[in-house]
Structures are given as structure tokens and as C-alpha cells.
């Protein structure tokens, strides 16, 4: 039988090509070869690179800290609840600026029994507390909005910085402020709820400033350890 006009049954596959491959729109000078082992940019042995094989280019931004991680509607919130608390501490503004002023603050109150009767009433002795629960609710006021400052600043890119001790200082004075206030008049009887609402109010504040602050505390420390 003549083997020679069979078909063979298998074939050895050729080699992968170990010439110089150029990747799609690379150029060489003419006569330039590539050296051993040299790889084109675009392929590897002979084969193409998966697009996300190359690391990204450019300017690379630095992780985004929490205190910049605000909102519009946060922001409008605490200026919104800043000016209805600085509202309801308006009385205390004026009685402050007349009295620095050497006026003489008129509450349109008079005393009715007593050996004061018919005399008007001074302004820290009105009834219910109402001096002291009125200064809670304007430095709670102030408060709200340093803290929008805050967040606009963030916003915008911008490092808290001295700000954000400014605002911790603040919001913990008016925190302690209005929790001694709601603790005294508990003793006389008194339920003071503004005072509370104002304590749980500058609560949250201060425990997001305090957030905050070890957020860039970390975020110093992990720059440290890079450099």
C-alpha cells in the first residue's frame, strides 16, 4: 500500500511567532530592532493588554475626608434651625445691646404683690427662667450656624482648621450651659424642655465636630507614615 497519498492524521501546530511585534501605531526608525526580551507597549509575548493592565495617568486625588462629605440639605438645615433658634433668643440680644449701650431694658412686665408691686420686672427675673432659656436658645443659634460655616467650607474644598476648635469649644460651653440650666430647674420642679431640646440638639452637633476631628486626626497620622 502506498502510505504516501494518506491523509496524516495529526499535525504538530506551528510555533507562536517570536519575531518583533509591533503594537498598532508604533513606529520604529528604520534598521531599529527591538532588543531581546523587550515587550512593545500594548502587547505582552505577542499579545494584547487588557485595558486595565496600565496604571492610571495623571494627577491623582487624595481620599476624600469625612468632614467634607456634606450635603445641601444638611447645610440648609442647621442655618434654617440656627435662625428659628437665634429668633427665640432675640430678647436677650436686645436686652444685651441695651445694657452695654447704658439703657435701661423695659421686659413690659410689672410686679403685682410685694413690696416692689407696680415696679417693672428685670429681665433675669422674669418667670419660668425665661432670661436663662432664652441665651440657651440664641448660643444654640450660633452654634447651628458656625457649624453650616462649617460644612460650606468643606463644601468648597477647604480644611476646617482652627474653625472646627472654634466650633467644638462653642458647641461643648453651650452644651454645658443648658444641661446645668435643665439640671436646676429639675430641682425646683420645673421640666425644662427647651433647655432638653437644645441639650440633645448641641449633643449631635458636637459628637459630629468630634467625628470630625479624628477623622483628620487619622488622615495626618496616615500622611505622616507615607512621607
Known sequence: MDYSKLKPMSQTPPPPPTGNHDAPGEQRAPGEQRAPGEVSSG???GHPLPSNAYPPQGNHASPQ??????????????LVVGVICVLMGLRFVRWAIITAT?????????????PKAGEPVDYWQLDGFAAHTELGFFAMGGVLLLDALLMMSARR????????????????????YNLGL???LMTLGVTPLWSLVVVLIAGIVLFTHMETLRSMSRED?????AT
Open 43 to 45: 502587547t505582552m509575548q
Open 65 to 78: 475626608t469625612d468632614w467634607g462629605d456634606t450635603s445641601t440639605v444638611s447645610i440648609w438645615i442647621s
Open 102 to 114: 447704658g439703657g435701661t431694658f423695659s421686659t413690659g412686665v410689672n410686679w403685682i404683690a410685694g
Open 157 to 176: 474644598g477647604r480644611s476646617p482648621g482652627m474653625l472646627l476648635g472654634v466650633a467644638i469649644i462653642c458647641t461643648g460651653a453651650c452644651l454645658l
Open 182 to 184: 435643665a439640671i436646676y
Open 221 to 225: 497620622a496616615a500622611r505622616s507614615r
